[in-house]
């Protein structure tokens, strides 16, 4: 599918098509497809690949320095209390208790369990997800923030993501997971330690299917990382692309991130289908952008990620992602804390406080 021109539906606010990551904006919408081989051809692309495989991947014209957009106008969040969850507590410390069972029986040694909350939009013509980034960068600064808004196509996505799902360039591409929250290093616990090693050696395998024997290393394991309000451990691994993997063999080896999945991963994501009620969409997905042109690329794991969907029977909502890995070693009311710790301050970014009635 390619063009620009499009007539404003029910489900299309009439925005413009753009694209924004790292003080960069790209316009000037030429094409979109669902084939990822043209990330291999020329020119500048914005992607967004759902958790479910539905990717977007767009081509702009125009690629230009901007900072941030205001974040004074253009985004009409939901009030705070109006977010509800496609898992409430008690539906979701079960889900723990029943990832444990897996695990006791051998059938799993890690899975992600998560929610989606979502909101409806008082105000729909006031739901532009840039300017949602615009709030984003000033009241949670992620390294992997950016926008992606294809309205006609669907597509209105705005994340404050600070993982790094695929780095790329030329034949050099890393990934840098993250296994291990708390709101200080102090939080930490052995269990987030080893998961994240658990994680890292998921991730060697998957990069490993396309990247020349012995390449793949870890320069580094379990480094923390700060970012607003909570702490993170994060690892790097890189390797070395062979001469035969483009995008479609990258994208196919690795996805969806392993982080945001388990281990083993064909397990985990059986377990995830059964355990959780609610499609996932761009969130634990990717976002991000790729210059075919230069080579090189940059996408996120899709956390800390709103989008807009404007196709909901109910009216246009917004929603969100949060979620846990789990381990044997897990508590169930701990990792529904930590979903509520990953949650709150993103949630409280993008809504609005509530009316004083006194």
């Known amino acids: 599918m390619s063009g620009t021109a499009h007539r404003?539906?029910?489900?299309?606010?009439?925005?413009?098509?753009?694209?924004?990551?790292?003080?960069?904006?790209?316009?000037?919408?030429?094409?979109?497809?669902?084939?990822?081989?043209?990330?291999?051809?020329?020119?500048?692309?914005?992607?967004?690949?759902?958790?479910?495989?539905?990717?977007?991947?767009?081509?702009?014209?125009?690629?230009?320095?901007?900072?941030?957009?205001?974040?004074?106008?253009?985004?009409?969040?939901?009030?705070?209390?109006?977010?509800?969850?496609?898992?409430?507590?008690?539906?979701?410390?079960?889900?723990?208790r029943r990832i444990r069972e897996h695990i006791a029986a051998g059938e799993v040694y890690q899975a992600n369990l998560c929610r989606v909350l979502s909101a409806p939009l008082p105000d729909p013509a006031r739901s532009d997800v840039?300017?949602?980034?615009?709030?984003?960068?000033r009241g949670n600064p992620a390294p992997y923030a950016g926008t992606v808004r294809l309205p006609a196509h669907g597509v209105e996505v705005a994340t404050a993501s600070p993982e790094l799902y695929l780095h790329r360039s030329g034949s050099t591409v890393a990934s840098g997971p993250i296994k291990g929250t708390g709101r200080t290093e102090h939080d930490l616990l052995d269990k987030d330690f080893a998961e994240n090693v658990m994680i890292?050696?998921?991730?060697?395998?998957?990069?490993?299917?396309?990247?020349?024997?012995?390449?793949?290393?870890?320069?580094?394991?379990?480094?923390?990382?700060?970012?607003?309000?909570?702490?993170?451990?994060?690892?790097?691994?890189?390797?070395?692309?062979?001469p035969d993997a483009g995008w479609p063999e990258l994208l196919a080896a690795t996805f969806p991130p392993g982080s945001v999945t388990g281990a083993p991963?064909?397990?985990?994501?059986?377990?995830?289908?059964?355990?959780?009620?609610?499609?996932?969409?761009?969130?634990c997905g990717a976002v991000g952008w790729v210059d075919a042109d230069r080579g090189e690329a940059e996408l996120a794991v899709g956390i800390r990620t709103f989008w807009v969907d404007r196709a909901d029977p109910a009216g246009p909502v917004v929603r969100f992602g949060t979620g846990a890995g789990i381990t044997w070693d897990s508590d169930p009311d701990r990792e529904w804390d930590e979903t509520e710790l990953k949650a709150a301050r993103l949630l409280a970014v993008a809504s609005e406080p509530e009316p004083d009635v006194r």
């Open 8 to 96: 404003p539906s029910a489900a299309d606010p009439g925005l413009p098509p753009l694209a924004r990551f790292g003080g960069r904006i790209a316009t000037g919408l030429r094409e979109v497809t669902s084939d990822p081989a043209a990330l291999d051809s020329a020119g500048f692309w914005a992607v967004v690949a759902d958790f479910e495989g539905r990717t977007t991947c767009a081509r702009f014209d125009r690629v230009t320095a901007a900072p941030a957009p205001p974040a004074t106008t253009g985004w009409h969040g939901p009030a705070r209390t109006a977010w509800t969850g496609s898992l409430d507590r008690a539906g979701y410390t079960a889900g723990v």
């Open 130 to 137: 840039d300017a949602l980034t615009g709030r984003l960068a």
């Open 265 to 283: 991963k064909s397990t985990a994501l059986r377990i995830i289908e059964a355990l959780e009620t609610a499609p996932r969409g761009p969130y």
């Open 200 to 242: 890292v050696d998921l991730v060697r395998n998957d990069l490993g299917r396309v990247c020349a024997t012995g390449s793949v290393t870890v320069p580094d394991l379990c480094a923390l990382e700060k970012h607003p309000g909570l702490v993170h451990l994060v690892s790097t691994v890189r390797g070395t692309l062979r």
